[in-house]
Structure formats: structure tokens, C-alpha cells
């Protein structure tokens, strides 16, 4: 693993984006920053990091065979990569909410943002950012539902440690795509997807409220599946959908 380590960048998405253009990059080349001045989120939403007190980076994954249509099954991947080292740490009331937030305590202490790169059907390459709150001890009143693993859990965590980890669980669940075990990696996803089979109250765009129970996401789109109350099933992408 080549590891790029900078003081600070506008994304190491972006970053790592332009440098794939320009170099032949190894495989699992992860670039780090200490600080982000304009780091992104799911549908250019900003992510807000206090720097030198979180992990900001980006991986460069390549692919030989892997076509489009799977790429749900890379977003089970990476989310359950994070789900993984951190129920390590021993995170309480841990759970995938869909896509690939992770929540703590129905707190939000890390987002994913996956950026493919094409050739013809399949995905050449995949740009994984992650941002994962870990020392930051307070968050600005506008993000209510952010949280850190310092503040769940009462102690400062090192940060290169925590890379390590997830670099290495995101190199075995890759493996699993690799290989083409997309039931294993739907299993393990949906075993820890947040609010599944429980009867919830959601809104759509127009801010109408309605009850359901998500029941699953449909792998051809990554479309979320609900379940309504006159046992119809919905699908919602990605910002149609909210939990009321």
C-alpha cells in the first residue's frame, strides 16, 4: 500500500482523482489529509472535519471484471469494511444506514463517498472516500446527529492505527467482491442495515409522510426498498426518501 500523507487539500477524492489521470497508481494507493477545505459528501453535500482530529482519505481500488450493474455490491463492501473495524473498538448500537453512513447510538460518525471511474461496461477503478470522526469532541450546531468515537466512547484513538485497519478490512472485503460472493456480501449488509424490518416513519420530497418498514435495497440500482403499509414495495434513491 503506497501511502500519501498532506497537510492539507481541497478532497482527497479529487485530489487522488487527478493524480490517477496523471500517474499509474498501485493498487490500494491511499492519500491522507490532515486537513480538507472543501471535502464532499453523498449529492455535493459538504463534510465538515475539525482538522488533525479525524481520517480524511481516499482509496484507489482497480478492478479487472467488474461490471456497472454490481456496483451496489462494492458500496456493501466498503460500508461493511467500516462497520467491521469499528465494531472493533466496540461502538455500541453500530448500524449501516442506507447507503453507507455509519451510525453509533443513532449518531453519525462516518460517511462514505464512492466515485467510479469507467471503460466501457465495467469499473476501471473506484475512488473510496472516507471520512471518519475520531478525536473531534464537539460538532457545530447545525449537524445534530454527528458524533465521534471520542465522544461515544470516552478516549482518543491514533489515527494511523485506525487507517491500517480499515485499509486491511477494506483489502478482504474486496476480495470477497472480487470474487464474485455478492450473496455474501448482501447478507452481511442487510444483516446490519439500519431500521430494516422495522415498521418507521419516513418522508418523500414533497414532505409527505407515510409509514413503512425498509426491507432491503434492489442491487440492479441501489434503490432502497420499503415496504408500505398495504404491503406494496417502493424503491427511493438516494435524497427522495428521509426518515421522518
Do not use: H
Amino acid at each position: 500500500m503506497q501511502l500519501i500523507k498532506l497537510n492539507a487539500t481541497a478532497s482527497t477524492n479529487s485530489f487522488l482523482k487527478e493524480l490517477s489521470v496523471d500517474s499509474n497508481l498501485d493498487n490500494f494507493t491511499v492519500v491522507m489529509a490532515d486537513k480538507q477545505t472543501l471535502g464532499r459528501g453523498q449529492m455535493n453535500t459538504v463534510w465538515v472535519s475539525e482538522p488533525y482530529k479525524n481520517l480524511m482519505f481516499s482509496v484507489y481500488v482497480k478492478f479487472n471484471d467488474l461490471e456497472i450493474k454490481d456496483q451496489t455490491f462494492l458500496n456493501y463492501a466498503v460500508a461493511i469494511s467500516m462497520y467491521e473495524v469499528l465494531s472493533e473498538y466496540g461502538l455500541p448500537k453500530l448500524a449501516v444506514k442506507w447507503p453507507n453512513d455509519i451510525l453509533s447510538e443513532k449518531k453519525k460518525v462516518c460517511g462514505i463517498l464512492i466515485e467510479n471511474i469507467l471503460k466501457g461496461k465495467n469499473i476501471n477503478a473506484s475512488i473510496i472516500g472516507i471520512g471518519l470522526n475520531v478525536n473531534q469532541e464537539s460538532f457545530p450546531k447545525e449537524l445534530p446527529d454527528a458524533s465521534s468515537l471520542k465522544m461515544i466512547l470516552k478516549k482518543d484513538f491514533d489515527l494511523d492505527e485506525l487507517l491500517k485497519r480499515i485499509t486491511s478490512k477494506l483489502k478482504e472485503n474486496m476480495e470477497l467482491l472480487i470474487d464474485n460472493k455478492f450473496e455474501s456480501l448482501e447478507s452481511k449488509y442487510l444483516n446490519v442495515l439500519y431500521k430494516k424490518n422495522i415498521p418507521s416513519m419516513f418522508k418523500d420530497t414533497r414532505n409527505v409522510m407515510f409509514m413503512g418498514k425498509i426491507i432491503g435495497v434492489n442491487t440492479s440500482n441501489g434503490k432502497l426498498q420499503i415496504e408500505l403499509s398495504d404491503e406494496t414495495i417502493k424503491e427511493f434513491a438516494l435524497k427522495e426518501v428521509s426518515l421522518a
